[in-house]
């Protein structure tokens, strides 16, 4: 009986730990390496900018497979987020776990183990992660984007505007329209975030500065 006392205390323990590797690797899912994979069978890390994400399956596959790509990105940085919060279920240091499993999640994506950690932008990942963790600050940042991209036809740099300030909206929503007792994890999760996406763009900031980049 004691025993399985200790066992089940110690799953318990190891229970985040898991929660942040799962996150990981439903993150790490490469959908849009798949998709051109069995489309056109090409590799789509040696096209274009070598990402994985939506803008660049949809240069080298077409527009659907954009699409399949943006939709299946976003909607497994939701599966990951709410898996971690229906696991956790609101346990010691829930919300400081959920974040990190927030951030490995976009982890998986820009990294993914499958592909020798060459991934995508996490772009609509970081959709799908946002989503479930401040959705009005996703929506001010998703409009900021669109009025960057129209203005300037660069997604890149629509996207690294964006990313920059979801920090800046995440505190916004607390203010004024959802308070959080402790907004510290989310934070940490969109401060990390943001530096991610923007790292995974700094080939596109180099082209942006050189004036290479392609436009839309």
């Known amino acids: 009986m ?7 205390f110690r799953i318990y323990r190891m229970r985040p730990l898991l929660v942040i590797i799962i996150a990981y690797l439903i993150g790490s899912i ?7 994979r069995y489309k056109i069978g090409d590799d789509i890390r040696e096209t274009g900018s070598g990402g994985t994400g939506a803008t ?3 240069r080298r596959a077409g527009k659907v497979a954009g699409v399949f790509t943006l939709i299946l990105d976003a909607l497994k940085g939701s599966v990951a987020v709410l898996f971690a919060r ?30 020798r950690f060459r991934g995508g932008k996490g772009v609509a990942t970081g959709v799908g992660v946002f989503v479930i963790l ?8 998703g409009v900021l984007f669109v009025a960057v991209v129209s203005l300037t036809r ?11 300030t979801i920090p800046l909206f995440v505190w ?9 007792a402790d907004l510290r994890p989310l934070l940490v999760a969109a401060i990390g975030g943001a530096l991610l996406i923007i ?13 290479t980049e392609a436009r839309i």
């Open 134 to 141: 401040a959705p009005v600050a996703l929506l001010c940042a």
């Open 199 to 211: 790292f995974a763009h700094r080939g596109n900031i180099g082209r942006l500065a050189r004036g």
């Open 56 to 58: 660049n399956v949809s």
């Open 172 to 180: 916004l929503q607390s203010v004024f329209v959802e308070p959080v």
């Open 154 to 164: 660069y997604v890149s740099l629509g996207s690294i505007s964006a990313a920059a």
């Open 86 to 115: 229906v696991l956790l279920n609101d346990g010691p240091g829930a919300d400081w776990f959920v974040a990190a499993a927030a951030i490995a999640t976009l982890l998986g994506h820009i990294f993914p183990v499958w592909l």
């Open 2 to 8: 004691l025993d399985r006392i200790y066992k089940i």
């Open 30 to 36: 490469p959908f849009g390496y798949l998709i051109v």
